[in-house]
């Protein structure tokens, strides 16, 4: 019995020896501060920046890099948050060079400082972007993508820098990409990236570097820090190696080089929205037009489908569903599963949609990363999306991301759900201050080729066959207009159904 018992507390202090010297061995890539984590980041170096939005984004570890003051920094992120926060802050600071992202968004200065000719941006669709880290990251120099086929991705031209004394003339313009055929489809060549480090915001890490995000958060994170040839993880929470389960780990620990407990955390939201009737709201009772194209789009819905909708009219979608219709709503930002907004007790800033806004998810929901968000819509698992529109053309081209000169928001991952979805519906206004929107070509540039199913005013419903003659068809017309009125209002051509009813 005694040998047993002195067995037992040998076996004991091995363990406890094995697990203290694990955490020494360990604590190497745990640094004292943002600030020390970040010195050696230098002038003209390209970082990869975790984050959607204000959401998941490395607080600390950019604050750190204000007060380093680097320069001419090559920033790949989605979108550059605030003009007041994340990355906005080096933005104020003119501490960047170039931006690759996806999306402008309501970032001014950034805009501003792109139509000035002061900053150098990149503009790339989010899921193309998503997969350039991630290959990247898998030492994949390069791959074919079908988003952007037809546009100024693949066609090259696009102003990367502009020229203030001549914006028709400007300094760097994107190349043409390459294009290939398979199996009858057209896909183009993008190259993937790397970067000298990634700064990356993660919820929690063991000191060996396994690290777990938490909710919507996840986002960009995993796939920015793959493509990093130094990764930097600022954390909430740094627990003893062991702690995690080996199960939970959502990025291995060979990917991570150094790791930060953040401190003083804001996690502002971008748009806190909340409805005390746990809805997703609905349109005011004096817009009719507007409510009137909701409830038709509804209709494209059946039930069981996944579904992913667009910002605005789009989202309101859900509220609309005949009776009996449940479907699967998802969020390009990592989420499948979204429920309504939330009451104001539940809002938690590491959850919002695509839209930035706060949300809920339902029962079985899944949050993962942006990647696979996009793999998701790449690989026709969407089974319909619905979209807003700027312009659409007789053959059912879209334009809905740039006004060249004027309005620079981005594409963000609308390429890819016009690419990607089994069907796409578009709900816009049928005309803007008297001017045609439906029209033969389109003027703007365009975010996909033929890729209209269904276009929805709030005056007409219009279906496009893309496979046959490319012909649009009106098919349905507001009970409060006449076909004069809608010929009047469409600057292109289009065949009238001889079963044409009203909604």
Not at 153 to 171: M, S
Not at 182 to 197: A, K, N, Q, V
Not at 292 to 307: F, L, N, P, S
Request: some cysteine; glycine content about 10%.
């Amino acid at each position: 019995m005694l040998s047993r018992q002195i067995l037992h507390k040998s076996f004991l202090l091995q363990k406890s020896f094995a697990a203290s010297a694990a955490q020494r061995l360990f604590s190497s890539k745990v640094f004292p501060n943002a600030y020390e984590a970040t010195k050696d980041i230098k002038d003209g170096d390209t970082l990869c920046v975790g984050g959607f939005g204000i959401c998941g984004i490395p607080e600390n570890l950019i604050a750190a890099l204000v007060k380093h003051d680097r320069r001419d920094l090559t920033i790949v992120s989605n979108n550059a948050g605030t003009d007041t926060f994340g990355l906005g802050l080096l933005l104020q600071n003119h501490q960047i060079k170039r931006m690759i992202s996806s999306y402008v968004g309501e970032n001014k200065e950034f805009e501003r400082q792109y139509l000035a000719g002061e900053l150098e941006l990149e503009l790339v669709p989010q899921g193309t972007l998503a997969e350039k880290l991630r290959a990247g990251g898998a030492g994949i120099p390069a791959y074919f993508t079908p988003t952007g086929n037809g546009t100024l991705v693949e066609e090259g031209g696009f102003p990367i820098k502009n020229n203030p004394a001549d914006p028709k003339k400007p300094l760097i313009v994107s190349e043409k990409k390459e294009k290939r055929v398979y199996d009858g489809r057209e896909y183009i060549l993008e190259r993937s990236i790397t970067g000298d480090f990634a700064l990356i915001k993660a919820w929690k890490a063991d000191e060996k570097g396994n690290v777990l995000f938490r909710k919507s958060a996840r986002n960009f994170n995993p796939d920015a820090a793959v493509a990093g040839r130094k990764c930097i993880v600022e954390v909430e929470e740094i627990v003893p190696v062991g702690s995690i389960d080996p199960d939970q780990v959502h990025l291995p620990d060979v990917y991570v080089h150094r790791i930060i407990k953040g401190e003083n955390y804001v996690k502002p939201l971008e748009f806190r929205t909340v409805s005390t009737s746990f809805s997703s709201g609905k349109p005011g009772k004096d817009d009719k037009g507007r409510e009137r194209m909701v409830r038709r789009a509804a209709r494209e819905i059946e039930d069981g489908m996944y579904v992913n909708l667009g910002i605005g009219i789009p989202t309101l979608c859900s509220n609309y569903l005949e009776p009996g219709v449940n479907i699967t709503l998802q969020s390009e930002n990592g989420i499948l599963g979204l429920g309504p907004f939330p009451k104001e007790y539940m809002v938690d800033p590491d959850l919002i949609n695509a839209g930035k806004q706060s949300v809920t998810v339902l029962p079985g929901a899944s949050f993962f990363p942006s990647s696979q968000s996009f793999a998701m819509i790449r690989g026709r698992k969407m089974d319909i999306s619905i979209l807003g529109g700027l312009q659409v053309s007789e053959k059912g081209d879209l334009a809905n991301w740039i006004i060249p000169g004027k309005m620079v928001k981005g594409m963000g991952g609308a390429m890819d759900l016009v690419s990607g979805a089994k069907k796409l519906v578009i709900t816009m206004e049928h005309t803007a201050k008297g001017n045609h929107k439906i029209l033969k070509d389109c003027s703007l540039p365009l975010t996909g080729k033929r890729v209209v199913d269904v276009l929805i005013t709030e005056l007409a419903v219009f279906q496009f066959d893309k496979n046959g003659t490319g012909d649009m068809l009106l098919t349905e017309i507001s009970n409060e207009t006449t076909l004069e009125e809608i010929k009047k209002n469409t600057g292109a051509h289009f065949n009238v159904s001889p079963n044409l009813k009203n909604f």
